[in-house]
């Protein structure tokens, strides 16, 4: 009998010693959730991603490639780019169910998730409504526009409605958007869903600083087109980040204070047809930068 108990001990121990190993791999693996192994940044609420203009000399499914290929796992699609993976027609809030439902099911190949769509605008409620409604079929978190200002109630209606947030884009002045002021202005007393998409290259191309430009947007930052450029005017250029006149560190870590949340969308716009080296070495600059104090 006492030998009996004693195997028995030693079963329930052993089991117990299995169940506790498969628990930490479950965590390392991702089978309870998603991994954060190697994505450092997602512990802290980023997505960091590509947005697919990066690659827009390629089709949306090779963009989804070069993302998975830069060890990032979410991408931001653009209006109008060739599809590809043998599913014909362009990135476009227009299309069809089942052709919707084909892109997520190619995307799961390459390992990458859309999270945000644009950017875009809309010239009435009926194709407003159209795109939040594509949003809500693809999943998506965020969808980046300029739209008109005469819009911002019913994108603020919309974004409550849908649950996806709206952040507008600035692209450079003399853009409607080019100053963070005036998105400000704009969004007044609207949905928290409805903030800034903060182009920090567009930022440096209007002359204005992009750390400053985030300080003053404090709050109301929803997403991101991270980007280091090689000059402070008008005709600087994407280099690696790390490597530039933008600061990135500095970028990093007023993100970190402001417990910012949200998509940090990747745009290399440079070296077209051969960047996706550039957007790698970039992420392995940004996850090192994340690791600083």
Known sequence: MNFHKHQLSHLIYGMGLLLITVAAGC??????G????GYQEERRGWKLGTQAFTFNRFSFMEAAAKTDSCKLRYIEAFPGQEIGGGIPGKMDYHMEPAK???????LKKHHVKMVAFGVIGADNEADWI??????????????????????????????????????????????????PDIILNAIKGKSKKLGLCADLGHWVHSGLDPLDCLKKAEGHVLHLHMKDMNGKDENAHDVHW????????????????????????????????????????????????????
């Open 130 to 179: 159209k795109i939040f409604e594509f949003g809500k079929a693809m999943g998506l978190e965020t969808i980046t526009a300029e739209p008109e200002e005469k819009d911002m109630q019913l994108l603020s209606d919309l974004c409550e409605q849908y649950n996806i947030k709206v952040a507008i884009h600035n692209h450079a002045k003399p853009s409607r958007y080019w100053n």
């Open 100 to 106: 919707r439902n084909l892109i997520l099911e190619e």
């Open 242 to 293: 790390g490597t530039g006149a933008t600061n990135v560190d500095a970028i990093v870590k007023e993100l970190k204070r402001q417990k910012f949340k949200g998509i940090i969308s990747a745009e290399y716009e440079y070296n077209w047809d051969n960047n996706t080296a550039d957007v790698a070495k970039s992420v392995a600059y940004f996850r090192e930068s994340i690791q600083k104090p």
């Open 27 to 32: 965590r390392s693996t991702g089978l309870t």
């Open 34 to 37: 998603t991994s954060t192994t």
